[in-house]
């Protein structure tokens, strides 16, 4: 997902959230519908490549069953296409999907063994990822690499495949560190995760904290892309009120200003998340840009600048033409 960011840093000095501000700094709205699937049923968009493609599934119930497809979509111009099951699974759905258009899926065993992942390359078919039990899939990067968590000697660990065919890896964490959540999977490798002992980055066998700031606890992270990494904290007053927080370094948090929860980040700086009042909102890195429109709830947020978000019978993707911006 490489692109042009049309979210730029805004010019002058950095703005604060108020009323009056955020109206300065608007942005001009355009919004593009995704077409539902081919078949009946209810939709949802998972992930895209940032290009204009995207990937989901569709459910519904037929006799008292519930059956999910695979659903692919080549731009917005036309209905996406389901696809067939790997051979001896059922419901697919897609979990997230690549810059090359390369989708993470969940399907389920046909004899009830349970959940298993693959990754599908649309004419290149099902790539099954075997060898664990109880997988859950996450995220998958540019390089194609996978990010799970899998019940591995009596616990549950998380798990990076490579996408260079190298055999799999079990993340070797400390005893009194397990996991907890797996969260995000960056394109060099690094993975987010969320363990016992707070948030961390686990690259190449480092175990790296992110820091809470002072003042605060219960710190957790959202999203990593890029080398930059968001999330929130909860604050030591009655009310732990939340702060959300943009990490380029670790060691040094920063507040993003006027932000509650910040939900997901993109290469080039651009936060998805809420305000102190919950409402939806964009950011440039710490810097408050805009609301996002309010029939529209932002999912993800791809690096050429498009979010994709859920309205009322679907899905949407939605650009801002923003002051600064270039």
Known sequence: MRGRILLAALLGAALTVTPAQAAEAGCTWTETPIPGADTWGTTHVAGGTGTGNYAGSVRRVENDQLVVQLVLW????????????PPGYQ???????NAAGTVLVRAYALDQTG?????????????????????????????????LTAFVDNRTEAVVWPGDGTPPVVLDLPADNYVVQATDLDNDGTVLLHLAQGPHLWRAGMLTPLATPPGYRL???????????????????EVATYQALLWADPANPEPIKGAAIADEVNAGGQVIGRDAGFADAVWQRTTFVDHFPQNALPTRVFDDGSMLAERTGGYSVWRGACVGSS
């Open 74 to 85: 080549a731009g917005t111009d036309a209905p996406g296409r389901t696809q067939l099951p």
């Open 91 to 97: 419901q697919a759905a897609a979990v997230d999907q």
């Open 115 to 147: 959940a298993a992942v693959f990754r599908y390359h649309d004419l290149g078919g099902y790539e099954a990822l075997t060898g664990f039990k109880r997988v859950d899939p996450v995220a998958i990067n540019d390089r194609g690499d996978v990010l």
């Open 219 to 237: 710190t957790a992270a959202t999203s990593l892309r890029g080398g930059l990494a968001t999330g929130y904290t909860r604050g030591l007053d």
